[in-house]
């Protein structure tokens, strides 16, 4: 079945340390999505992606940093230097023409330990 | 800067009560009002997209309705198991959807 996967599911990250969160998707989608979610807030765009070697800064990415070497990955990097990690991190994508929903993936929950 | 707000923040309904949640949107620009549901834990799922005023979609208990300045999701009959969060969303320039911060729904037996 055709979809997206996000790994790991639950990832702990010490002061100081970089981690990277995995993204893929099946769905041959050009473009590709990354949002933070927060309690009470509605999801922020951290990067996107319309083409293969190509993205954008969303409006919190200080901190962040992303690559698309395949259409179908899209890994997020969170640095020391985002200074408060801890969330609910969403990939999406959706096909590159005008005006279809996203396809989310299940997720990956970073915690700063 | 594009603004999609939600109303009410939370809503309990009892099981087969009927209710509508409320989306407001900026106008300008829109290009097209998506509806998402989002169960704790997990990425939110795809339900609607509203292109124009007067459009409607249905789905089992849900429908939503486009006006010039709002979305509603109106949910009717609800059961226990339509309690989410519903996501409401402006896509405004083909590169991002601007996500309203939800209404967690729950519906009591």
């Known amino acids: 079945d055709g979809g997206i996967t996000q790994s790991p599911k639950y990832l702990f990250r010490k002061e100081g340390q970089n981690v990277t969160l995995s993204c893929e998707q099946n769905l041959n989608h050009d473009a590709m999505y990354w949002y933070r979610q927060d309690p009470g807030q509605g999801l922020r765009l951290i990067y996107y992606?319309?083409?293969?070697?190509?993205?954008q800064k969303g409006d919190i990415a200080e901190g962040y940093s992303v690559s698309r070497e395949k259409k179908e990955s899209f890994p997020l990097t969170v640095t020391s230097a985002q200074k408060n990690p801890t969330a609910f991190y969403l990939c999406?994508?959706?096909?590159?023409?005008?005006?279809?929903?996203?396809?989310f993936g299940s997720g990956t929950r970073l915690t700063v330990v | 800067e594009d603004q999609v707000t939600q109303s009410p923040e939370a809503l309990r309904l009892q099981e087969g009560e009927s209710s509508s949640l409320n989306c407001s949107y900026t106008v300008s620009g829109l290009r097209g009002l998506f509806w998402y549901r989002q169960d704790p834990g997990k990425g939110p799922e795809f339900l609607f997209t509203?292109?124009?005023a007067g459009e409607e979609k249905e789905k089992e208990r849900l429908k939503a309705t486009l006006t010039k300045k709002e979305s509603f999701l109106h949910i009717t009959a609800p059961k226990p198991e339509d309690s989410a969060t519903y996501l409401c969303?402006?896509?405004?320039?083909?590169?991002?959807?601007?996500f309203g911060a939800g209404t967690r729904l729950t519906v009591k037996p």
């Open positions: 999406a994508s959706r096909p590159g023409r005008m005006n279809y929903g996203y396809t």
């Open positions: 509203l292109y124009s």
């Open positions: 992606s319309q083409i293969v070697n190509d993205f």
């Open positions: 969303a402006g896509d405004y320039n083909n590169n991002d959807m601007r």
